[in-house]
């Protein structure tokens, strides 16, 4: 198993603790605000993350109402989501971000 295939085992695991994905988020959203597409992006890889470690995407899209396919689609690095859809998936995961 490469490196970065045990990094990202170990980041999904802290992620499933809750305040820990809180504070990756609240981390990626103030990266985000940048406002360049390579700290936007960040925002979006952190949100694939904490789905992961909460159960994948396809549990997160049935909490939060979506179809499977247009999650993946949304979440994926060519993904343009509406703020609306990154709230109503924040809600659905149970987190509540604050900027610093």
């Given at each position: ?22 504070a990756?988020?609240?981390?990626a ?18 949100l ?28 994926s ?17 149970g ?6």
């Amino acid at each position: 198993m490469g490196r970065s295939r045990i990094y990202q085992d170990f980041l999904i695991e802290q992620l499933k603790d809750h305040d820990e994905a809180v504070a990756y988020l609240n981390a990626a959203l103030e990266e985000s605000l940048k406002g360049d597409k390579e700290s936007q992006q960040v925002f979006l890889l952190a949100l694939r993350n904490v789905a992961e470690a909460q159960g994948g995407i396809g549990a997160l899209a049935k909490k939060a109402h979506f179809g499977r396919e247009s999650l993946y689609k949304t979440l994926s690095s060519s993904g343009n989501p509406k703020w609306h859809t990154l709230v109503s998936l924040c809600v659905a995961m149970g987190l509540n971000l604050r900027l610093s």
